[in-house]
């Protein structure tokens, strides 16, 4: 069964403390990106990337950044986390193509105190 | 530049009533349109999507969506509700040309709950 996978589900941190999100993808999909999803206001990209070390910002990037090493696996990194960004953080991936679909995890739920 | 409008931020209907659940977009260039839904404490999966083609598309679940150009529109409906049903739905959409980015834009979601 294809899988992307995001390392926790809950996540708790300090104002101020970096933070990293991991994410991982077993389907050797070119495209992987990484949402927020906040009640009544939908999913909101933060940053994508269509190859390995290569990235797009998104439509709410400020305060994030992304780093994609290798193909099945994107980071997104909380340089210095406030307390505006608890969030769902959603990530996904896909083949090359405006019309593949996009296969989702689960979600990490990240609370900044 | 696009942009996705969900009609109704919380829809409930009976077990086996009809589901209707709305979509209008805006796109400068026709578009590929999306329905996903996300079951509480999961990630998004695809219900369906229109790319060309016949304008009517069967998704899973006894979902279906009809693109109907004239309106925007990319309505989603079930004619019989299951309690296995409630979810939250989310309308999207990416234009199918032009220069740019793979960046699809999602509605704000509708959350569907049945009622016994």
């Known amino acids: 069964d294809v899988k992307v996978t995001q390392s926790s589900r809950y996540l708790v941190k300090r104002t101020g403390e970096k933070v990293f999100l991991e994410c991982v993808q077993d389907?050797?999909?070119?495209?992987m990106f990484w949402y927020r999803q906040d009640p009544g206001l939908g999913l909101r990209l933060i940053y994508f990337s269509y190859d390995v070390k290569m990235k797009e910002k998104g439509d709410i990037p400020e305060g994030y950044s992304v780093s994609r090493e290798k193909k099945e696996r994107f980071s997104l990194i909380l340089e210095s986390a406030s307390t505006n960004q608890t969030s769902m953080y959603l990530c996904a991936s896909s083949k090359q193509g405006r019309n593949e679909k996009l296969f989702f995890g689960s979600g990490t739920q990240l609370s900044v105190l | 530049a696009q942009s996705v409008t969900q009609l109704g931020s919380h829809v409930s209907v009976s077990e086996g009533a009809l589901v209707l659940l709305r979509c209008n977009y805006s796109?400068?260039?026709?578009?590929?349109l999306f329905w996903y839904v996300q079951y509480p404490n999961q990630g998004l999966q695809l219900l369906l999507k229109y790319t060309t083609g016949a304008t009517l598309v069967k998704g899973i679940n006894g979902f279906e969506a009809e693109f109907k150009k004239s309106e925007t529109s990319f309505h989603l409906t079930k004619p019989s509700a299951h309690m296995s049903d409630a979810a939250e739905y989310f309308c999207a959409v990416i234009p199918y040309s032009g220069a740019g980015s793979y960046q699809l834009t999602f509605g704000k979601g509708t959350k569907l709950s049945v009622i016994p």
């Open positions: 389907m050797d999909h070119e495209n």
């Open positions: 796109s400068s260039v026709p578009p590929y």
